[in-house]
């Protein structure tokens, strides 16, 4: 099973791969997720929210 934790950025912290994808986002995308960071807490729900914000579902 998949760490969770706390915020965006205590996962970034543990998971430099879960940082650098964050990075490679559109910055409208790293924005919206931004604005949610507390929400934020698997590499998996990061990589979802990014995905239907690409897709337009927000």
Avoid at 22 to 47: C, E, H, K
Wanted: charged fraction near 30%; proline fraction near 3%; avoid cysteine.
């Amino acid at each position: 099973m998949e760490p969770e934790y706390s915020s965006m950025y205590a996962l970034f912290a543990q998971d430099a791969e879960a940082k650098r994808y964050f990075d490679s986002l559109p910055d409208y995308v790293r924005d919206q997720i931004s604005s949610r960071a507390d929400s934020v807490n698997t590499f998996a729900g990061l990589r979802d929210y990014a995905d239907n914000l690409l897709r337009g579902d927000d």
